[in-house]
């Protein structure tokens, strides 16, 4: 089973960006919660977003709520963060978690 993010980038604060989590090689993806972390430089990985499985519940680090929008395609097997904006203290390597499995990370700069 693998996740492989996408979408990081560099964007001036404000900006948008949106992240994908794609998986593959699960035995139905759309069972698992999924969740998106982030890790700083100079931090430690933190929780940013969950979403279960239906797409129903959803939850938020406090540093992003009414910024950034966790959901999900079942369909497709893909979880996006949309991520509005943003701030040079969200910029980090972005992770895909479910089930004890973790993408590669996708890095997002936000800087002026």
């Known amino acids: 089973a693998q996740l492989v993010e996408s979408g990081g980038g560099s964007v001036q604060p404000g900006g948008s960006l949106t992240l994908s989590c794609t998986a593959s090689?699960?035995?139905?993806?759309?069972?698992?919660?999924v969740d998106w972390y982030r890790q700083g430089s100079t931090t430690e990985r933190e929780l940013v977003a969950s979403?279960?499985?239906?797409?129903?519940?959803?939850n938020y680090a406090d540093s992003v709520k009414g910024r950034f929008t966790i959901s999900r395609d079942n369909d497709k097997d893909t979880v996006f963060l949309q991520m509005n904006s943003l701030k040079p203290e969200d910029t980090a390597v972005y992770y895909c978690?479910?089930?004890?499995?973790w993408g590669q990370g996708a890095q997002v700069t936000v800087s002026s």
């Open positions: 090689g699960f035995t139905f993806f759309r069972w698992y919660l």
């Open positions: 978690h479910a089930e004890s499995h």
């Open positions: 979403i279960d499985r239906t797409g129903t519940t959803t």
